[in-house]
Nanobody, 120 residues
Framework: QIELMEAGGGSVQAGGYLRLSCEASEDTFSRYWLGWVRQIPGKECEGVAR?????RVEYAESVKDRFTLSRAKNVMYLQMKLLKPGDHGTYYC????????????????WGKGTQVAVSS
């Protein structure tokens, strides 16, 4: 059974900063490409960022240069700066098979989600 334990999230004003974390087993990190998917109200789910081969990171254009994905041991972090009202939504730690894309549909196991609220 694959377990993803998310933490973080909260409420900030536009321009603010939040950090999300996701803990997974070493085996999960080695077998799959882990990252984050978000559900913005009224929009389709979007792949936000994830690790790919060689430890590199792939970002959605909508968050590039504002979000940073990193990892320390078995915890993955999503640092989000310069948050916008359009970033408001539910963020899910999720995993995909190696070699898949950044589309939300490529992630086939998800955490329970954590809320990010950004006010203008």
């Amino acid at each position: 059974q694959i377990e993803l334990m998310e933490a973080g999230g909260g409420s900030v004003q536009a321009g603010g900063y939040l950090r999300l974390s996701c803990e997974a087993s070493e085996d999960t990190f080695s077998r799959y490409w882990l990252g984050w998917v978000r559900q913005i109200p009224g929009k389709e789910c979007e792949g936000v960022a994830r690790f790919i081969a060689g430890g590199r990171v792939e970002y959605a254009e909508s968050v590039k240069d504002r979000f940073t994905l990193s990892r320390a041991k078995n915890v993955m972090y999503l640092q989000m700066k310069l948050l916008k009202p359009g970033d408001h939504g539910t963020y899910y730690c999720a995993g995909s098979s190696r070699g898949s894309g950044l589309r939300a549909s490529d992630f086939w196991f998800w955490g329970k989600g954590t809320q990010v609220a950004v006010s203008s």
